[in-house]
């Protein structure tokens, strides 16, 4: 079992104060959306939350995921990564999503395991774009991990992949699922205009 961490402990600082990962995506919470997406894969589910995480743990309390409280989600996203990672439990690989790409479905996660099944000989799996340019989800071998513990400032896991470029084998999802973000109202309204 590969365990899949969803990365929920951003300040949806362009949001204008609301919460994006509230949002309502098809009458639920876009993170409920997200939990419900991963749990469908079978494999076991982690929610990364910062301290102040009241509403976003209300909204997936019943559902089977794990949340994990994090301390450095206040540094940004490489302290998220870097303080769910650590409390992950141990297994061959793990799996990050950002926990607001919309657009994701559990067969693209699914895509992403089978991947990993087929390419062993890679030590990181990574969903792309239709036309190749790379995304999420992502898996890492646990030969990766003892790095997240390096990991700081803002840029995620940048730094971390990079060099890691010619073992990564990259899948492709349909359209732009594995980019496909909703930063500031304005993108949401656009969107829900388009998908009522």
């Known amino acids: 079992m590969i365990p899949i961490l969803i990365l929920a402990a951003g300040q949806s600082s362009r ?8 949002e309502d995506v098809g009458g639920e919470p876009l993170l409920r959306k997200q939990v419900r997406m991963a749990c469908g894969t079978g ?3 982690f929610v990364a939350l910062p301290a102040n995480a009241g509403a976003r743990r209300t909204a997936i309390a019943d559902l089977a995921a794990q949340p994990l409280g994090v301390a450095e989600a206040k540094e940004g996203l490489s302290g998220t990564m870097r303080g ?3 409390q992950l ?4 690989a793990f799996m990050l999503i950002l926990g607001d790409l919309v657009a994701l479905e559990t067969s693209d996660l699914l895509a992403v395991i089978g991947t990993r099944e087929r390419h062993p000989d890679n030590i990181i799996w990574r969903g792309a774009t239709q036309d190749g340019a790379p995304g999420h989800p992502i898996i890492f071998d646990r030969s990766v991990r003892p790095d997240f513990a390096n ?3 803002d840029d995620g896991g940048k730094g971390l992949i990079g060099p890691l470029k010619d073992r990564t084998c990259l899948v492709r999802l ?21 998908n009522r």
């Open 151 to 153: 990991l700081r400032g």
């Open 15 to 22: 949001m204008g104060g609301r919460d994006k990962l509230l």
């Open 43 to 45: 494999h076991p589910v």
């Open 84 to 86: 769910a990672v650590r």
């Open 89 to 92: 439990p141990d297994a061959p």
């Open 174 to 194: 349909p359209q732009n699922r594995a980019r496909f973000d909703l930063d500031t109202p304005e993108e949401w309204d656009a969107w829900r205009g388009v």
